[in-house]
């Protein structure tokens, strides 16, 4: 299963980064594409994919309409699924859950592939695998209500990618407290370069005794407390080394 697939405007992260990627681990076919919603970040490179590896199906947000998700898509309209709470995949031993595709529709107000209400919609996903729980919000920025009622006996070990990539609008202080996740991801170049972009996320980690690893995918850098110091070690030879450097 593949979710998302980045941008196109500024090189295709489709035929630059994600197929590249699934040919360098083996994957010659992907049995579901997820589209969490019809925003250019998450599904321009969706075209370079689908001409690139056969995909099985395509998952979007029940109720939007598949033209949204651009031509590569809507042409293979026999292979897409509307999804809504309850729906999941299992594989291996994990499953992936759809908890939401936000309630209301924004769609029509918005229009096609505009305005917030387009976020809204997301689906969000969770994996779980035995003990662990990772919780995909999509770009909802209503706050953790989206994720619905936890279950006696939900997972205890969660990995929190924060909201529309960690935008401080999609409430990620509440996300942090609804999941109390052992590791909170932040998807954002902004997170690389300028350190961090939700500081007071970040500010409230170090100071409850979290550590904070950024990375551009060449380097990594690590963070034990506010004013530690950036140690810039190369990523490819802090993982050579067994990654203890970092
Ligand atoms: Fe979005």
Redo the contacts with the bound molecule.
Sequence with gaps: MVIDCGSALRGDAGSRILSPFLRGIGVRKVDILVLT?P?E??VGGAAALLDEIPVDEIWIPEGIPVEAFGDSVAKRAFRVRGKSAGDAFSAGGASVVVRSSAPGDRWGANGPGRGRG??ERSLVLEIRYGLVSVWLPG?VEQGPDAWGPERAGERRIRFLFLP?HGSPGAAPDAWCRAAAPAVTVSQNSNCFTRRNLVPSVQDFFLENGAFTIRSDGSEAFCETNRHAQDLGVPLAASLARGGKSC
């Design positions: 919603h925003h970040d998450h387009v976020n770009d529309h």
